[in-house]
């Protein structure tokens, strides 16, 4: 009876310690499109933190303040410094990037997204300008970095994922993809401003979101546009309808989260995650 007993706590130890490594490597904050967190004073979160002419993003959080650095897909491994200055002086960043490994997905796609006529090239551009130009905007209040899912559906695509359309190589994918009935409501994950809205090539309908100090959200291949450009946004207020417009295989949202101009994976900030993992809360 002993022997049994001893042998059931074996069983749970070893049960317990896969779910932990499990736990730590989901949780892995510090990685090629993840984010670096540092607490930084009142006054230092007030300046002008800049990154290859990128501001960086600040946060209040309980009384405390933040600064966030968004880390590019293509950063290598390991030891990593970032340069920054504030005020003319130069600071690093030193950082320690651990791997992940990132999927490979084959996706069919109508042809004229793979090869689109000329006309259909000066339209790609001017709708990439505009995007452009959304991504420089800067919104100068304070975001909020506790975030609910935008749609409650199947994950289909994550951060990441090296992607084949058509048997082409194209982009890494920069965002997350929830699958759900066209017309399910889109839910804003956090606080923003609309800064933009369309009906793009690629995009199909989308919306651009500021939630402040340089993190936005972008939600693509919409079936309906609830929402216009200049609009203040609360958190869970419903934005749009999940569609299939645009490049995309069927219905789903594709949700894209940028830092310092660059995508970021949106699940860092899902579930509290961002606030587990720099124990942001007591
Ligand atoms: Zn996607």
């Known amino acids: ?19 932990q490594v499990a736990h730590a490597e989901t949780e892995q904050v510090i990685r ?74 084959y996706i069919k796609i109508a042809n004229k997204y793979i090869s689109p006529s000329t006309n259909t090239l000066s339209r790609i551009e001017k709708e990439r300008a505009n995007i452009s130009r959304a991504k420089e905007m800067w919104l100068n209040s304070n975001p909020d970095i506790k975030f609910i899912k935008p ?9 990441g994922t090296k992607r084949f359309y058509n048997n082409e190589e194209g982009n890494y994918h920069n965002g997350l993809d929830i699958a759900a009935p066209t017309g399910t409501h889109i839910l804003s994950p956090s606080s923003g401003k609309v800064i933009l809205t369309g009906d793009y090539y690629y995009n199909g309908k989308f919306i651009y979101l500021d939630h ?23 958190k869970g207020e419903v934005i749009g309808k999940v569609g299939n417009s645009g490049a995309s295989a069927g219905p789903h949202l594709h949700w ?8 970021i994976d949106p699940e860092i900030f899902l579930n509290h995650r961002i606030i587990r993992y720099f124990s942001l809360e007591d």
């Open 1 to 19: 009876m002993r022997i049994f007993r001893l042998f059931y706590l074996l069983i749970n130890i070893f049960i317990l310690q896969l779910i």
């Open 32 to 105: 090629q499109g993840g984010l670096y967190l540092e607490e930084i004073s009142e006054k230092d979160s007030q300046m002008h933190i800049m990154h290859d002419s990128n501001r960086l993003t600040t946060v209040e959080f309980n009384q405390k303040y933040y600064l966030l650095y968004g880390i590019p897909y293509n950063t290598k491994i390991g030891a990593h410094t970032v340069e920054v200055t504030a005020n003319n002086q130069k600071r690093f960043i030193r950082m320690n990037l651990k791997s992940k490994k990132f999927d490979t997905q």
């Open 151 to 159: 749609v409650d559906g199947i994950t289909t695509g994550t951060y």
């Open 212 to 234: 402040g100090k340089g993190l936005k959200s972008i939600f693509i291949h919409l079936d309906k546009i609830l929402v216009e450009t200049g609009q203040i946004i609360t």
């Open 256 to 263: 894209s989260v940028m830092l310092n101009k660059t995508y």
